[in-house]
């Protein structure tokens, strides 16, 4: 679950009936072992998560001197919960161990930009990935080709630095940039369908074309935009 608030709880806690419920004793004992080093794994990701945030916040406060109002709406960040760690190794058949999570795995750290106009959404990218200390791994474009469910939004995972006192760790964060309306449909869809695997074909017709009409609301608010931005000059 991704949240505007920084989570500054002690630390994820493991919620063991769910564990005992898909893995068998020696994998159990194997995590219980891994306690020490998972802990250390889930704090150099929430630095890695506080990098990229404080990133875009730059950006965004840069953008706003610039043009006079702010391109992001909102920023939200999660850390994957162990209970989703161990499913997602379980399902594809890994060990469960700090490195195998660090090698492995790429959205562990995830930060939500959350952009008024599709046009926001790839400047951001665009200023975000050209930072000497960003690399770009992957990049999804579901705006330009949206998932057969009508899901959209772009998804960068990128390595970035955290500065340790003794070390410059790279960490790798999964990035999504999308705008209100999309972060509004995948949030519905995701509690209705996303994961549960549920079939009734009509609801996900009606989502898919939600889907299609908040798209299409997209570019017509980004046209008005464009038309006052050149009534402003
Ligand atoms: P959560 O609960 O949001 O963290 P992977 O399985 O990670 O190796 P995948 O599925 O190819 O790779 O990654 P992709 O397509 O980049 O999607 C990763 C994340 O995007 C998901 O994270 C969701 O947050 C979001 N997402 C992708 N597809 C959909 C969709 O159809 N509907 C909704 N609502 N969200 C989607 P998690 O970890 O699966 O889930």
């Known amino acids: 679950m991704y949240e505007e608030k920084e989570n500054t709880s002690s630390g994820p806690k493991l919620d063991k009936a769910f564990v005992e419920s898909i893995l068998e004793n020696d994998a159990i004992e194997q995590i219980l072992n891994q306690g020490e080093a998972f802990r250390t794994l889930m704090a150099y990701y929430k630095c890695a998560i506080m990098e990229v945030e404080t990133k875009f916040n730059v950006l965004n406060t840069e953008f706003s001197l610039k043009y006079d109002r702010n391109p992001i709406e909102t920023i939200k960040s999660r850390l994957k919960s162990p209970e989703s760690i161990i499913e997602k190794l379980h399902r594809k058949e890994l060990e469960f161990s700090a490195s195998c999570i660090e090698r492995e795995l790429s959205d562990i750290a995830g930060v939500r930009v959350v952009c ?6 790839y400047e951001l990218a665009d200023c975000f990935l050209k930072q000497d200390d960003i690399k770009l791994i992957t990049k999804k474009d579901y705006i330009l080709h949206p998932k057969e469910n009508g899901y959209r939004s772009l998804h960068l995972i990128v390595q970035t630095p955290i500065f340790l006192h003794d070390e410059k760790r790279p960490m790798r964060v999964e990035v999504q940039l999308r705008t209100i309306a999309m972060d509004f449909w995948a949030s519905l869809e995701h509690r209705i369908y996303y994961k549960k695997g549920q079939n009734n074909s009509e609801l996900r ?28 000059c």
Not at 116 to 121: L, T, V
Not at 205 to 232: F, G, H, N, V, Y
């Open 116 to 121: 008024a106009f599709p046009e926001d959404i």
């Open 205 to 232: 017709r009606e989502l898919k074309e939600c889907a299609e009409i908040s798209a299409a609301l997209d570019i017509r608010m980004q046209d008005i935009r464009s038309q006052l931005d050149e009534t402003e």
